[in-house]
Structures are given as C-alpha cells and as structure tokens.
C-alpha cells in the first residue's frame, strides 16, 4: 500500500475503506485501478466521462438509487457504513452494521430541549475553546453553533459580524 497525503495506492497489497456515518467525510476510488482517496479530483484522468445522471441528480437535489456513484463514470464512493476492500485483482463491497441507537427516553419536551442545549454547547466549547473562529450560517447546524457560541462567551452584538 502506497500512501500519498490524502491518496492510496493498493498496489503493493490491500486496501480497506471503511466509511462511518454519512456526515463523515466521502472516500472516492476508482473502479479501474486499485487506488483510493478523499480528494475525487486527485482520482479524475484526462478521459475520464462525466456521469450526466449522477450530475442531474445532485444539481436537481434528486436521490439515486446508487448513492456510491459519482461525478464520474470510472470513480465512485464508499457508502455510509459500508467497507470496500480493494487489491490489485479487484474490489470487494459490503455494508456494515447500522450502531445501535439507544431506545427512546420517556421526558418533558422542556427537559429534553434543556438536556440537547447543555450537549450542543459542551460540544461546542469541546471543539472551539477559546480560539477566536468563523460560522458560515446557511442552515439549522451551524445557526445552532452560531447561537451556543454566542451562549458561550456572552457575546455582545457588536461581536458578532454577519455577512450575506
């Protein structure tokens, strides 16, 4: 196995691509050589074709039946919970076990709601410390990390920049 940054090469003996949780960061590898990496655009060849399905599909935010399917017809992407074991003979797929989730609680809507604020900005305060940081907000993820950093540090209006 040949390791370059961000990029495997299996030549030199098997790889194992093991992807968690589907917010965890993609692998990408290709179909025609025994290489992997989770940067797609160092796995793109010259000649590689553009998977016009894959792209109508992404662009039109439509699911596909085959979520490993990328950009381009030769490359694809591990699954969420799913390992692919690649050699220099060939490619083996297989989808993990899903974790268990911890059976549903009985609790007031205020207590639950009380108990993720306290887990939102532990995660948080966890993550940043002190170290002064940028929040791209777009959505409900990281308008809530805008809010518990503000919680946090007591932040005054003037300490806070939002731009559009």
Aim: net charge positive; aromatic share 4%; proline share 4%.
């Amino acid at each position: 196995m040949n390791i370059r940054g961000r990029f495997v090469d299996a030549a030199a003996g098997p790889v194992v691509l093991e992807r968690g949780a589907a917010w965890t960061a993609p692998i990408y590898y290709r179909l025609d050589e025994a290489v992997a990496s989770s940067n797609l655009a160092e796995l793109v060849r010259p000649n590689d074709e553009v998977d016009l399905g894959r792209l109508a599909a992404m662009v039109g935010w439509v699911a596909h039946r085959d979520e490993a399917r990328s950009f381009y017809r030769q490359i694809r992407c591990v699954p969420p919970f799913h390992t692919v074991i690649m050699t220099s003979h060939g490619r083996q797929v297989a989808r993990r076990p899903l974790p268990h989730i911890a059976s549903h609680r009985q609790a007031s809507t205020t207590a639950l709601a009380g108990e993720l604020r306290e887990l939102l900005l532990a995660a948080v305060k966890r993550a940043v410390g002190d170290r002064r940081v940028s929040v791209m907000v777009g959505g409900l993820d990281s308008s809530s990390i805008l809010a518990a950093l503000v919680a946090l540090r007591g932040a005054r209006q003037t300490d806070v920049h939002v731009t559009m």
